[in-house]
T-cell receptor
Framework: DTGVSQNPRHKITKRGQNVTFRCDPI?????LYWYRQTLGQGPEFLTY????????KSRLLSDRFSAERPKGSFSTLEIQRTEQGDSAMYLC?????????FGSGTRLTVV | TQLLEQSPQFLSIQEGENLTVYCNSS?????LQWYRQEPGEGPVLLVT?????EVKKLKRLTFQFGDARKDSSLHITAAQPGDTGLYLC?????????????FGAGTRLTVKP
């Protein structure tokens, strides 16, 4: 399967803990995106990488959020000191510049 | 606030009926995409439109991009239960440097057998 892979699929964490999600994009895709989706809403843009360079960050991405894409392959999204409002589906997508291929997402629940 | 407004928010119809959903904005888009999303999964790309007035067909689905590239519609003919899902439109514009797609809130379609 050469699709976009996200791990874990589900994560339950206590408020104040740190969490890290991983995204493995399609290998030929140089662009990688992170989105957040809450119930009843469309995906909200968080950040965008072209190869290893992080080119754009949404103001939604507070200083508790950090994303990396070392070597321009897989990416990680870390949330520090989680809050209940961080509960959402975190989606990763990759692209060569046309349509996006999304992973199945990581559903985060902060209790 | 959403850059893209989708309507209706919810739509429930019987199998065999036709339907149209809309995606509107005050912004001009360099490209616009439609996705379908099922519960617990990521969105799946259906089509990309880039030219004002463009019409694309995908089996029973017809997509149209407005002449001014500010709006789009998706028409489904003879809907089937398998068409049930969340339909999302997404656009790239100069507001976000054409680098990434911004999504509407979606139209949740239910097709009853």
């Amino acid at each position: 399967d050469t699709g976009v892979s996200q791990n874990p699929r589900h994560k339950i964490t206590k408020r104040g803990q740190n969490v890290t999600f991983r995204c493995d994009p399609i290998s030929e895709h140089n662009r990688l995106y992170w989105y957040r989706q809450t119930l009843g809403q469309g995906p909200e843009f968080l950040t965008y990488f072209q190869n290893e360079a992080q080119l754009e960050k949404s103001r939604l991405l507070s200083d508790r959020f950090s994303a990396e894409r070392p070597k321009g392959s897989f990416s990680t999204l870390e949330i520090q000191r989680t809050e209940q409002g961080d509960s959402a589906m975190y989606l990763c997508a990759s692209s060569r510049g046309d349509g996006y291929t999304f992973g199945s997402g990581t559903r985060l629940t902060v209790v | 606030t959403q850059l893209l407004e989708q309507s209706p928010q919810f739509l429930s119809i019987q199998e065999g009926e036709n339907l149209t959903v809309y995606c509107n904005s005050s912004s001009v888009f360099s490209s616009l995409q439609w996705y379908r999303q099922e519960p617990g999964e990521g969105p799946v790309l259906l089509v990309t439109v880039v030219t004002g007035g463009e019409v694309k067909k995908l089996k029973r689905l017809t997509f149209q991009f407005g002449d001014a590239r500010k709006d789009s519609s998706l028409h489904i003919t003879a809907a089937q239960p398998g068409d049930t899902g969340l339909y999302l439109c997404a656009g790239a514009s100069r507001l976000n440097n054409n680098n990434d797609m911004r999504f509407g809130a979606g139209t949740r379609l239910t097709v009853k057998p």
